[in-house]
């Protein structure tokens, strides 16, 4: 199957600092990537469509200034939480669908924790 | 509103089979999903059903019921391995995926 890869897997930072996350579809290309976080216990919760070359669609009551995303190629989506709180800790997962639109893939996921 | 319903915990036994539920009410329908979620871990696919009736795949096999609303996840011969959260999730006309809370699988030998 379609693989897709993120970076880093676990990153420990300090408040008031960014933390940027790489999400890669290794072996297709993908025009739409889906970021998801998710906290203990809970399901996924979906943040923003990121867009090759347009702007990313933020769900309502995720603040699109605070988490930056930016969709520079057909394989590369990173979003970058900025001014990190320790309630931002959570497992942030990037998932991407292939040319069947419902085959998804998803990367391994990135635990966050801002100290 | 969109809603996906499924148990919060399920308990069964090493090598029998077990039945897990979800009911779903979205906005259109473009097929339903399952996943397979270890701790820690990304969720991994496990099956998708668009039209009525039973794909089977290995031990695991899903059904729907567009009708109803309803679907499972039925999975046999249980392993230890197969300890782990099942996702339920419907596209729906705008082509996003609805998640549900998902439900906790606990293997006992």
């Known amino acids: 199957g379609a693989v897709v890869s993120q970076h880093p897997s676990w990153v420990i930072c300090k408040s008031g600092t960014s933390v940027k996350i790489e999400c890669r579809s290794l072996?297709?290309?993908?025009?739409?990537m889906f970021w998801y976080r998710q906290f203990p216990k809970q399901s996924l919760m979906l943040m923003a469509t990121?867009?090759?070359?347009?702007?990313?669609?933020?769900e309502q009551g995720v603040e699109k200034d605070k988490f930056l995303i930016n969709h520079a190629s057909l394989t590369l989506s990173t979003l970058t939480v900025t001014s990190a709180h320790p309630e931002d800790s959570s497992f942030y997962i990037c998932?991407?669908?292939?040319?069947?639109?419902?085959?998804?893939?998803f990367g391994p996921g990135t635990r966050l924790t801002v100290t | 509103g969109q809603n996906i319903d499924q148990p919060t915990e399920m308990t069964a036994t090493e090598g029998a089979i077990v039945q897990i539920n979800c009911t779903y009410q979205t906005s259109g329908f473009n097929g339903l999903f399952w996943y397979q979620q270890h701790a820690g871990e990304a969720p991994t696919f496990l099956s998708y059903n668009v039209l009525d009736g039973l794909e089977e795949k290995g031990r695991f096999s899903s059904f729907l019921s567009r009708s109803k609303g309803y679907s499972y996840l039925l999975l046999k011969e249980l392993q230890m391995k197969d300890s782990a959260s099942y996702l339920c999730a419907c596209m729906d006309s705008n082509y996003q995926l609805i998640w549900g809370a998902g439900t906790k699988l606990i293997i006992k030998p």
């Open positions: 990121s867009n090759e070359g347009s702007k990313a669609t933020y």
């Open positions: 072996d297709f290309q993908a025009t739409t």
């Open positions: 998932s991407a669908p292939t040319s069947q639109a419902y085959e998804q893939y």
